[in-house]
């Protein structure tokens, strides 16, 4: 990455961890330059207002999601092989990068149209993929038959805690972290 | 209950939903009011501040929930049993009362000292009792040798999405739901 682009990915973190701590809202370009130590005047030079910040850090995050779908769609692999792929991409996506934090604390209501409308389109054609993927799971007798929904929300949610809670430092290494919680996930939703 | 608990909670509930939608520090008592079609001067008749609304909703919720445990703890059952009804309570907390998402959404964060501190205390005490009934569990070889702390908090999680999710008209029935969310998150716990 050129400096630009490592300083750019500094303010989308720094702008994620306020946006979480203070909502979108009440999170000034000020606040932000204080935050990534900038003069307001040179965090303009890298980001236009606070709604591009958003922009990007929301579309960023569903492309990267959906390249993630589109990969594991073509793995030639159960339903639940790829159900646990999906879930790692997730855990994957949580801790790499903060920013995602944003998509999933429901930041993107503040987008305006027609960015708010295409975002809700990526977003809802991530959970038909998903949720395809969970039927097709439950037809061929791999996945306990309950409501497609249900599995998918409970799993989408469940990995929520990590934006909050997970720190690299504690005694849980994050490969652990990340066994168990598929391991939880899985054992949940697969018929033994 | 009386008119102006009736109306009280109406207040209450609505601030909860502003809360969530435009987050805390955006939300005025302006909004507010017309989001319960009252007179701002009628408002404060009700409610003397937004940080008091903020008290109310947080702590009522945090007594809920440590009312619920101390019931549950006292109960003569396995872990499984105890777990099982823990969960219930969070699912039952979620879908009667819509202010209790503000606890869940991290609003909290923005009550002032001392309060902000007492939450915690009060959040700390509750999580140390429900691991303790999870580490019982584990020990009790009823659950899967994990750790306490990805349980718990995975089962935290995964029932997060029922404030953005659920409604009560959809195809599938409150009990239905509640059920199928059981089973998948204690199949994901249990050893078999």
Same mark, same amino acid.
């Not at 791999?142 to 309950?146: A, D, G, K, Q, S």
């Given at each position: 990455m050129s400096d630009n682009s490592t300083k750019k990915q500094i303010i989308l973190e720094a702008a994620a961890r306020l946006f979480r701590d203070k909502g979108y809202s009440a999170t000034s370009m000020r606040d932000l330059a204080d935050a990534v130590q900038l003069k307001a005047s040179s965090l303009y030079n890298h980001i236009a207002s606070k709604e591009e910040i958003l922009q990007t850090i929301c579309f960023d995050n569903a492309h990267r999601f959906l390249a993630g779908m589109t990969e594991i769609e073509q793995l030639q692999v159960s339903a639940t092989h790829k159900i646990e792929a999906l879930i790692r991409l997730h855990i994957h996506i949580a801790k790499e990068d903060l920013t995602s934090v944003t998509a999933f604390n429901d930041e993107?209501?503040? =987008?305006s149209e027609p960015h708010l409308g295409n975002f809700k389109s990526l977003r809802k054609s991530y959970e038909s993929r998903f949720k395809a993927i969970i039927e097709a799971g439950i037809q061929a007798g791999? @996945?306990?038959? =309950?409501h497609a929904s249900v599995l998918l929300y409970t799993l989408f949610s469940s990995v929520r805690w990590l934006y909050d809670w997970f720190k690299p430092?504690? #005694? @849980? #290494?994050a490969d652990m972290l990340e066994s168990e919680i598929i391991t939880i996930l899985l054992n949940g939703m697969i018929l033994k």
């Open positions: 993107w209501r503040h =987008l791999e @996945l306990r038959p =309950l430092e504690r #005694s @849980l #290494s």
